[in-house]
């Protein structure tokens, strides 16, 4: 087996993270910052989310033995974003944070096909088996749908009250993004490599 099939291999204390522990790490911090921010406001439930974001993270790295790519890249922009905005005392910096991710992951994902990397394969080719054209097709995808959450997030946050926009990301973007996911199956099951 060579190095690089080694370092493919799950070590001890790198198991593969359920899909339900990945969603309770996800959704827990997001139903804390709805909760603070109903509470205290919007200033001490972005402080409360960055604790909440960490914690999450540290959790899944304990459990997992690595960090996961794409909820590593959130928080480090939760901290960013968050402190700004506690640090100004302006609220924007949070709301146009899902904005600057949306758009990341796109660009990223775009980016990759441009130079002939697939990220998204690179990201989630343990748990699917799709040729070349099924992959393709669903980066593509992948990165429209990341661009239009951003264009609803900026049209929330800048049409509406500061609570309606974190109902919004609570209950609005979290749930959009799993029906999405779900309603790829279609393209995925025919596009799906055939088992040996």
């Known amino acids: 087996m060579s190095g690089a099939e080694k370092d493919k291999q ?8 359920h899909p339900a522990l990945r ?9 804390l910052f709805f909760a603070a921010n109903a ?5 001490f439930a972005t402080a409360f989310f960055m604790v909440a974001i960490a914690i999450a993270l540290i ?13 590593l890249v959130t928080a480090v922009l939760v901290m960013v974003f968050g402190g700004l905005t506690l640090y100004l005392q302006d609220e ?15 660009a990223i994902l775009m980016g990759g096909l441009a ?17 070349a054209t099924g992959w393709r097709l669903l980066t ?35 749930p959009l993004t799993l029906i999405f996911a ?9 596009h799906a490599k055939p088992t040996k």
């Open 39 to 43: 509470l205290y406001g919007i200033f």
């Open 92 to 106: 924007t910096f949070i709301k146009i944070k899902p904005t600057v991710i949306y758009c990341l992951f796109a």
């Open 140 to 174: 593509y995808r992948w990165a429209g749908f990341f661009i239009i959450l951003a264009m609803l997030n900026e049209l929330v946050w800048r049409s509406f009250s500061t609570d309606t926009w974190v109902s919004f990301k609570v209950f609005g973007l979290l």
């Open 59 to 71: 959790t899944s790295r304990l459990l997992t033995g690595k960090f996961a790519k794409m909820p």
């Open 182 to 190: 779900a309603m790829q199956a279609g393209l995925m099951q025919k």
């Open 115 to 131: 130079v002939n990397r697939n990220f998204l394969q690179v990201l989630l080719g343990d748990v699917f088996e799709l040729s």
């Open 23 to 31: 969603l309770a790490l996800d959704l827990g911090p997001l139903l």
């Open 10 to 17: 799950p070590g001890k204390g790198q198991e593969a993270e």
